[in-house]
């Protein structure tokens, strides 16, 4: 956002990259192993964007998203990157689209960013795509394309002329020069266990499930600590009370009825704890990037905001009973309804449980860009980080209600006691609105990039990315403490006497 709070529009080239065949990777590796590949990947990822002057947004599990200002640099970037990358016995996948972002602060979103996203599921393994914009931008840059047709985008209107870059050929000798400066022919292994996935991931395909179970009985001293991990502490003292190993990049986090659910980004699955007796369970079938959770009746419905695919599970058993196409930037649950916004379309969507149709759409103010949704007292409130508002919804008249509240840069909205808590990534600011008026009552400079916020009747509790610290705030603003984390926060969740967050790794 610029000084006066305005999201600014820029013209950028955006790039994205993932490993492929990571979770059969990582399975065969064992966790220790696979980190430390996953740090020498991010390490070579990090080399190639310094070296093209690209400004890495956002590192979920094994994939990247950058910017850059020249197109040219943003292809080179991302071929010599997937030539790097293969020397370490992994594949990467990219994607490159130009187009105008809208930036607030650090963050990067709008349509553009969309279409990158969308694009890189159009890529092969050791492929870079690119959009028909970059491969005009770039003509006379020395780069050769091969046509790959036109293709419908999901929630992006019309067709997209697709082309990938045409690619020097990665020969045995280039792993087997990295084999040798690791010594002990460790390139060698992971070759073959990268075959292995390839294999791995044709049968997953043909059989048409991915599902892990995996049962952990800690004892009662056993606290995992630091990156991808789930932590809890007492609401009372702020003291850590449990540490749970999850999945890879743990992002959306669930606490409904004493059982967590967590969306892990890094492995495309789903994890179901219950912290009582030490069991997990981790589950596929929920896209590759599940981005949102919300738990209705026996039911679980995760988001996959990339793919646009909403994927509902069963609580009990966590068998798949079905999936379909919407974008979900995030869920509300409600009795019998389910209420999604939407990003890209600027409006929330009503959703019957039971049959999953869409029965009645409230059009917000354009641009809007909400990034979450909150039920109290009979209004649906939504965080519109695009317009810097919280708007109300009556959801019965199905409008906007009332006068839009100012918070720059909103992000994330908890309620509880008559109060709606807002926080602010780019402002690092915390804000309580009274949810009967919709006045705003107080507002809080906090920690560096606040991502998520609880609340209850004794006031919030805000988790911050950069500074990888929890804070405790009252109603009236005051600062009760601050605790140091072992990892950068992704979610917060109550449940009772204990706030869980997810931890994941830069």
């Known amino acids: ?78 071929a010599e990157a997937v030539a790097s990358v293969h ?119 043909a059989v048409g499930v991915v599902v892990v179970a995996v049962l952990l009985r800690p004892t009662a001293a056993t606290v995992a600590r630091g990156p991808d991990t789930v932590a809890a502490y007492r609401t009372a003292d702020g003291e850590l009370a449990a540490g749970i190993r999850v999945g890879r990049a743990p992002d959306a986090l669930l606490a409904d009825g004493g059982i967590l659910w967590i969306a892990n980004l890094g492995g495309g699955t789903l994890a179901r704890i219950d912290p009582r007796n030490g069991t997990a369970e981790t589950y596929g079938q929920v896209g590759q990037r599940p981005s949102a959770i919300a738990r209705t009746g026996r039911s679980v419905w995760v988001a996959d905001r990339f793919e646009d695919s909403i994927s509902i599970l069963d609580a009990e058993d966590g068998q798949l009973t079905t999936r379909f196409e919407l974008h979900a930037s995030a869920f509300e649950a409600g009795d019998d309804v389910m209420w999604v916004a939407d990003d890209l379309a600027d409006v929330v969507r009503r959703v019957d449980v039971r049959t999953t149709r869409v029965t009645a759409v409230i059009d917000l103010p354009r641009p809007s860009g909400p990034s979450d949704l909150v039920m109290a007292d009979a209004v649906l409130w939504v965080a519109a980080s695009r317009a810097g508002a919280v708007l109300r919804l009556d959801p019965t008249a199905m409008t906007v209600v009332g006068a839009p509240v100012a918070v720059e840069g909103v992000h994330k909205l908890a309620a509880a006691a008559g109060s709606i808590w807002a926080v602010s990534p780019q402002a690092d600011r915390l804000t309580r609105i009274e949810a009967a008026s919709g006045r705003v009552m107080v507002r809080v400079d906090v920690c560096d990039t606040p991502v998520a916020v609880v609340a209850n009747a004794d006031g919030a509790w805000v988790a911050c990315a950069t500074e990888r610290a929890l804070w405790q705030v009252s109603p009236a603003g005051e ?11 992704t979610d917060l969740a109550l449940d009772g006497d204990r706030v869980w967050l997810t931890l994941r790794d830069d």
């Not at 036109?150 to 990938?164: E, F, I």
């Open 1 to 78: 956002m610029d000084r006066r709070g305005r999201t600014r529009r820029l013209f950028r080239t955006v790039l994205f990259t993932d490993v492929v065949g990571s979770t059969e990777m990582a399975a065969e590796l064992g966790d220790r192993r696979w980190r430390q590949t996953l740090a020498r990947h991010h390490a070579v990822m990090r080399r190639q964007l310094r070296a093209h002057d690209g400004t890495e947004i956002d590192t979920a599990g094994d994939g990247f998203f950058a910017t850059f200002e020249n197109p040219s640099d943003a292809v080179r970037c991302a």
């Open 87 to 205: 020397a370490l016995g992994l594949r990467i996948r990219a994607a490159v689209h130009t187009g105008e972002v809208e930036a607030a602060g650090e963050k990067v979103g709008g349509i553009a960013v969309h279409i990158g996203a969308r694009l890189l599921a159009l890529a092969g393994p050791e492929e870079v795509v690119v959009s028909g914009t970059v491969r005009d931008l770039v003509a006379g840059s020395g780069f050769d394309f091969e046509d790959r047709g036109s293709h419908t985008l999901k929630g992006v209107p019309g067709d997209w002329p697709v082309y990938a870059l045409v690619l020097r050929s990665l020969s045995e000798e280039d792993t087997a020069t990295a084999a040798e400066a690791e010594s002990g022919g460790g390139a060698r292994r992971r070759r073959r266990l990268m075959v292995a996935a390839a294999l791995s991931t044709a049968m997953l395909i």
């Open 479 to 489: 600062v009760l403490r601050t605790i140091a984390l072992d990892g950068v926060p």
